[in-house]
């Protein structure tokens, strides 16, 4: 059974920094493509950052850009957000997703970790 589980958010002040981790069981972990997306309120689900199954590749939502860092740790099944300059607007749930091709895509969810942003 397919596992993955976020941690590390909090309530943090603008300008702070926190890490996520979602940690992933149940699968192969490194064949996998990691995104993270999060959700604000009254807001839709939106992609933020991803990270190739090696690590060697990543992308940012423009909203990120320069202040979060997608990495991986393949021996431990676990991929990070870092997040700093943290902004009102970066306030929501933060989900993990692995997706892997098979011919199609299968992906699978975690059941996301809150963050908020507030002085």
């Known amino acids: 059974q397919v596992q993955l589980v976020e941690s590390g958010g909090a309530l943090v002040q603008p300008g702070g920094s926190l890490r996520l981790s979602c940690a992933a069981s149940?699968?192969?972990?490194?064949?996998?493509?990691m995104s993270w997306y999060r959700q604000g309120p009254g807001k839709e689900r939106e992609l933020v950052a991803t990270?190739?199954?090696?690590?060697?590749?990543?992308n940012y939502a423009d909203s990120v850009k320069g202040r979060f860092t997608i990495s991986r740790d393949n021996a431990k099944n676990t991929v990070y957000l870092q997040m700093n300059s943290l902004k009102f607007e970066d306030t929501a749930v933060y989900f993990c997703?692995?997706?892997?091709?098979?011919?199609?895509?299968?992906?699978?969810w975690g059941q996301g970790t809150q963050v908020t942003v507030s002085s």
């Open positions: 997703k692995a997706r892997i091709w098979l011919g199609s895509w299968t992906e699978y």
């Open positions: 990270i190739a199954t090696s690590g060697a590749n990543s």
């Open positions: 149940g699968l192969t972990f490194s064949r996998y493509i």
